[in-house]
């Protein structure tokens, strides 16, 4: 079993997996249930200033989408950040991380966007023993109408200057959480880096509205007949967020940064890939809220096995290894050509590929009397779809056409690399001869 | 009463009251609402589906699922009555396993298809409970079709040219119109009077008179029907029995299967109907596994079915032999009967095992006995009482194209008619093409 031991923005943990700043970290009962079941970290729910706190809505709190079987794909959140006292929350995090010094502990934090604000607050994070802090610039409801979250979020300035006055106030490593709620994470993920971060976690939730109650008319989670945007998680999250991730590790200027990795994570694998696209950890929520906290194990012992079959003694050394095969479209190899290839005994003759070929795609798969389908390789642009649709498991695959050999729809012989830039359609296309 | 499972003789009351109840309720429960939606979950929704074409009505059967799936149960109903206005019946009686839901993909995929019939089941109840017939006649063409036989084909039919707009008078010579769904199949198949209600329901569309207690060629002749309707449908199923031609077989309590279902179906208090202690069934169909089954449930103590020929050729489906022998019937294939033996009622049976020579069967020398207070014989009905000058095709009535006899203006569907298998689900299809091929003559 490979060694799982993490090192994240200076913060030592025994495994990558965190839980995200969200309900699940909110109170020190739950945030013990959650290192005694294994969690290598907690970012504690996001504290805000001293005061009266912040209320919460007395109706339902969360919206859902869901796949086959009920399966939660995507959940949303209108629940704003702890509204439990200050000093309470501080007591009980000192208590914690006292007991688990091993693990990490980072607090978050969203306070209103004055240097003074944040000047009173640091200090009382730092005094409870806390490893970090992470800078709550992400959440996209209630807060953001308070000029707090996204709104500080998706200003880069705003994110450079809190950073700054955060940076010069505490010796903790400080995390800035972004928010995807912007048009490029490359801005926000600068900034933060010029104001001195020593990490960025991302992505916080998605404005979204799950569902609309058709009787009431009112979108869900409906609160008194109305109801507002929350913040979306859960795996149907996850591919923006792997893309956000894989922007700021492919991205010069911010390749270095530290990345912590938050989005969909819900088995070992989605981990993996997080790591692989340049996150140093990962932090979870969903999958603990939909399963419990036991989800960790499955996924420390998940990576842990596959790293070692791929010989990676730690997750240092998986981290950013796809970074380099990020890229843009106009370097994709035009002279990769591939087929569609149905293994016709793994084939159950549900011919969705054939209806998603034949209605929507290229009309490339045949379908015979006794429901043989096969692909006509004159017509296979080889999209994927059929792959996609199929309910068995590697029934169909993308096989790749050798070098020297005429691909039967264009009649061209499959050559060397050649992408974009050089190619004579293209009016911006450089000297092909080059 | 005292009887119990070991009380000699053919007496009633071999149970405690309350397993009666118990015994001949649904085989197969409804699914709830979350039981469909994890059942219809599984459908893949599979181009030119295998189990729409096993269906001998076409139901679009991936379609009505989704809409199960999209919590419209409803609509599914009406994709399923689109094509096959029994279809609640059908879901609780068809051979699914032998059908739509042996092609399922999922049963290629991983040998559990997706539920079809329960799901089927689930949406027909969830429209037959809201009381209201779904479907609006079309108006009045003026035009009247005598249908003979009420059971599911001449259900269908009367059915599909009632919404056509036609008059139809629905004749059957029994006193509750559903013929085998009323009468001959199992009580547990189709509880709680479905039959019934599901007869009540259909007519609900109007325009179908029903006529009890009028038998073609005791009380009605084709000649007036020709005379009087503008068409006539005759599904009058196979009212005939074969003969065991075993000696003895006048002895009592020897008896037809399918009228010992009848009385079952109809009686009110089932532990007023008596059975044997030793039940034999003679026959390999349906009929023999239901009379067996039923002999069970009513409290004998030793069932058995015997067969002539192996089990591969029983007509039972092996889902049908499975739930029998679950419910503890003995099945025996390969021996024939040779003499009742008894004094005044049956007392045992003896059987000669048989031998397959070229394909005809012969009796061998070994025999065996089986003790038998009571003989059930199930060895298929026969065409009774067809009309003369209807031309036959073997032992049913001979049909071209959706039902056309050799008689202009007569058509025929279900049992009685050649081609297809007896099945409820083939008689409704038989009975609805029909009813189109009447309407295009009558308005084409």
Known sequence: MAHLASEFAGIKSPNPFWLASAPPTDKEYNVRRAYEAGWGGVVWKTLGSEGPPVVNVNGPRYGAIWGGDRRLLGLNNIELITDRPLRQNLREIKSVKRDYPDRALVVSLMVPCEEEAWKAILPVVEETGADGVELNFGCPHGMAERGMGSAVGQVPEYVEMVTRWCKASTRMPVIVKLTPNITSILGPATAALKGGADAVSLINTINSITAVDLDAMAPEPTIDGKGTHGGYCGPAVKPIALNMVAEIARNPETAKLPISGIGGVTTWRDAAEFLALGAGNVQVCTAAMTYGFRVVEEMKSGLSQWMGEKGYASVDQVVGRAVPNVTDWQYLNLNYVTKARIDQDACIKCGRCYAACEDTSHQAIAMSGDRTFTVKDEDCVACNLCVNVCPVENCITMVEMPKGQTDPRTGQVVGGYVNWTTHPNNPGATCAAE | ?444
């Open chain 2, 1 to 444: 009463m005292s009887n119990t499972h070991r009380t000699p003789g053919v007496v009633p009351g071999r149970l405690a009251a309350g397993a009666y109840a118990e015994n001949f309720s649904d085989k197969v429960p409804p699914l709830d609402p979350h039981e469909a939606a994890v059942a219809a979950d599984r459908c893949y929704f599979c181009y030119d589906a295998p189990c729409t074409r096993a269906c001998p009505t076409a139901i679009d059967i991936p379609m009505f699922i989704r809409q199960i799936a999209a919590g419209r149960p409803e609509a599914a109903a009406r994709t399923i009555f689109d094509r096959n206005i029994l279809g609640g019946m059908c879901a609780r009686v068809c051979p699914t396993e032998q059908l739509c839901e042996a092609v399922c993909v999922r049963e290629a995929a991983e040998g559990q298809p997706v539920e079809i019939g329960r799901l089927q089941r689930f949406a027909t109840d969830a429209l037959m409970a809201g009381g209201s017939h779904p479907y609006a006649r079309a108006a009045s063409t003026g035009r009247r079709v005598a249908v003979v036989g009420a059971g599911p084909a001449g259900l269908a039919c009367a059915h599909r040219l009632a919404t056509r707009g036609h008059d139809v008078v629905l004749f059957d010579a029994r006193e509750k119109p559903g013929g085998l769904n009323e009468y001959g199949i199992a009580a547990y198949k189709a509880a709680d009077g479905f039959a019934r209600r599901e007869v009540e329901w259909l007519i609900g569309i109007g325009g179908i008179t029903i006529e009890n207690g009028r038998a073609l060629g005791r009380d009605l002749t084709l000649d007036a029907l020709r005379a009087d309707y503008d068409a006539v449908f005759l599904g009058i199923g196979l009212a005939g029995v074969n003969a065991l031609r075993a000696e003895g077989e006048d002895k009592g309590h020897v008896r037809d299967a399918v009228d010992f279902i009848a009385e079952l179906r109809q009686s009110t208090d089932l532990s007023k109907l008596p059975v044997g202690r030793d039940v034999v069934v003679i026959g390999g169909g349906m009929t023999a596994v239901d009379a067996a089954v039923q002999s069970k449930l009513l409290g004998a103590e030793n069932v058995t079915i015997v067969y002539r020929r192996d089990r591969a050729q029983m007509s039972a489906s092996e889902a049908e032999r499975n739930q029998a022998a679950a419910k503890g019937v003995r099945i025996i294939t390969g021996a024939a009967p040779v003499r009742i033996i008894g004094n005044g009622a049956v007392r045992e049976v003896e059987f000669a095992y048989t031998r397959d020579e070229g394909g005809s069967l012969a009796m061998t020398a070994e025999t065996f006995h089986l003790r038998a207070d009571q003989l059930f014989k199930a060895i298929g009905q026969t065409l009774d009482g067809a009309p003369e000058g209807l031309a036959l095709s073997g032992r049913k009535i001979a049909v071209t194209g959706p039902g056309r006899t050799s008689l202009a203006g007569v058509w025929a569907g279900g049992d009685c008619a050649a081609g297809g298998d007896d099945l409820t689900v083939t008689a409704v299809a038989e009975g609805r093409d029909a009813a189109e091929d009447i309407h295009a003559s009558l308005i084409g």
